[in-house]
C-alpha cells in the first residue's frame, strides 16, 4: 500500500463513541442511572423536595449573611437553628 494511501486509511479511522464505551451511557450526562456502567448493582439517588423556609427563618438568615458573610456554620449556630 502507498504512503498516502496508508495515511488516508489512519486518518479514516472512526473511533467508538462515549456512549458506546459506557454502554449507553456517558459521564457527562450520567446517563440517569445513578450508579457506574451497565447493570450497576448501586441504589440511585433519592432526591427529596424539602420544605421551604418560613419568612421569620428567612428573614433571621439575610441577617447572618449580612454580619457573617458565608460561613455557613456561624449562621446555622445563631441565627437559624431550625436548619
Not at 494511501?5 to 457527562?28: D, E, K, N, Q
Not at 433571621?60 to 455557613?72: D, N, Q, T
Amino acid at each position: 500500500m502507498p504512503a498516502a494511501a496508508a495515511a488516508r486509511a489512519v486518518t479514516a479511522t472512526t473511533w467508538p463513541s462515549a456512549s458506546a464505551i459506557h454502554g449507553g451511557t456517558t459521564l457527562a450526562t450520567g446517563g440517569g442511572g445513578g450508579g457506574i456502567g451497565v447493570g450497576s448493582s448501586l441504589p440511585r439517588r433519592v432526591h427529596s423536595t424539602g420544605v421551604r423556609w418560613s419568612k421569620d427563618e428567612h428573614d433571621r438568615f439575610v441577617v447572618g449573611m449580612s454580619k457573617h458573610g458565608h460561613a455557613w456554620s456561624d449562621i446555622s449556630r445563631m441565627y437559624v437553628q431550625t436548619r
